[in-house]
C-alpha cells in the first residue's frame, strides 16, 4: 500500500510544480512587455508563441540529440548484448510498452539514462561501467527505473520543461536588451512598484526557472524509484545499485550539463544537494526504496 500511496504523492506533487512553472513562465513575458510598453499581455502572447514554437523543435529531434551529446552506440540486435537486450526486453514487456531502443555509452563510471517523448519511441542507454558493476538483479533494478521513465512519460516532462527554461533565458535576455538600448521615457501608465518587481523577475527568472526545472527531474526520479519496486518487486535490488553507483566517485566523461538530469544518478559528480541538484538526495532514495 505504501508504494502506491508513494507513486500517487509523487505524481500530484509532480502536476503543481508543472502547473507552477507555466505560470511562471507567463509571469516573465508580461514582465517583459510591461517593462517596455506598460502592458502586461501582449509579452504573455510572444512567450507562448516562442515557447509552442521551441518545444515542438525540441521535442522532435531529443532522442538522437541527446544520444549524440553523450555519444551512445546503438545495438540494433540482442547477438550485440545478449544480456542487456533480454533486460531492457524484460523490463519493458512486464511494463506493458514497447521494447526501447538500446544504446551503450563506453564510459567506466556506472550510470544509465531514458529518452524518447512516448512509448513508442522509447530509448534506454547505459554505460559500460554499469555492466560491469552490477549484478543481474541490481541491472534489472536501474533498467526498471529507466523503463518506467518512458512509460510514465517523464523524458517528454523533462525535455519540455528544459525548453522551458531555455525560452524564459530568451526572454529574459531580450527583456534587459530592450531595456537598456530603448529610447525615450517609460510609458505614465507604468507604476512604479509593478515596474521594480518586473525588473526583479526578468533579471531573476533564468535562475528560478532552473530551480523549478530541477524540482521537477528530483521528483521524477522518486516516481521512477517507486515505479521500478513495482516493476521488479525487488526494490531492495535497486537500492544496492544506487548505492554502489553514488560511490563511485569517477563522473561519467560523456555526459553533458544539460543531459545530466536524465541519468539514473548525477553524472557529473558535484555532490550538490537542495534547489540546486538535479537529483534528490541518494540517501533519502535508498531509505525510501528500502522501507518499500
Do not use: C
Request: charged residues 20%.
Amino acid at each position: 500500500m505504501l508504494l502506491y500511496e508513494q507513486i500517487q504523492k509523487n505524481k500530484r506533487k509532480t502536476v503543481l510544480i508543472v502547473f507552477v512553472f507555466i505560470l511562471f513562465l507567463l509571469a516573465v513575458g508580461a514582465a517583459f512587455s510591461y517593462i517596455n510598453s506598460g502592458e502586461p499581455f501582449s509579452g504573455m502572447i510572444i512567450t507562448v508563441i516562442i515557447a509552442a514554437i521551441y518545444v515542438t523543435i525540441v521535442l522532435s529531434s531529443s532522442t538522437s540529440m541527446v544520444m549524440r551529446m553523450n555519444h551512445a552506440k546503438e545495438i540494433k540486435s540482442v547477438e550485440e548484448n545478449r544480456f542487456l537486450w533480454h533486460t531492457v526486453e524484460n523490463m519493458a514487456m512486464v511494463a506493458r510498452i514497447p521494447m526501447p531502443r538500446v544504446f551503450i555509452v563506453n564510459d567506466p563510471s556506472p550510470n544509465a539514462f531514458a529518452t524518447g517523448i512516448s512509448p513508442k519511441n522509447g530509448a534506454v542507454a547505459v554505460t559500460t561501467g554499469l555492466m560491469n558493476e552490477l549484478n543481474r538483479e541490481e541491472m534489472e533494478g536501474v533498467i526498471a527505473h529507466e523503463v518506467a521513465h518512458i512509460k510514465n512519460y517523464d523524458v517528454r516532462l523533462s525535455t519540455i520543461a528544459l525548453a522551458l527554461v531555455s525560452v524564459i533565458a530568451i526572454i529574459s535576455d531580450l527583456g534587459m536588451r530592450m531595456m537598456f538600448f530603448s529610447r525615450g521615457g517609460r510609458n505614465n501608465k507604468q507604476s512604479p512598484v509593478i515596474l521594480i518587481i518586473a525588473l526583479v523577475l526578468v533579471i531573476l527568472a533564468p535562475i528560478i526557472a532552473m530551480m523549478i526545472n530541477m524540482a521537477i527531474s528530483r521528483n521524477r526520479e522518486y516516481l521512477a524509484d517507486a515505479s521500478a519496486a513495482d516493476l521488479t518487486r525487488n526494490p531492495n535490488a535497486l537500492a544496492t545499485a544506487l548505492e554502489k553507483i553514488t560511490g563511485v566517485s569517477t563522473p561519467v566523461r560523456e555526459a553533458s550539463g544539460s543531459s545530466a538530469p536524465l541519468y539514473f544518478a548525477d553524472p557529473l559528480k558535484k555532490k550538490m544537494s537542495g534547489l540546486m541538484s538535479t537529483h534528490p538526495d541518494p540517501q533519502e532514495r535508498i531509505r525510501r526504496l528500502r522501507e518499500m
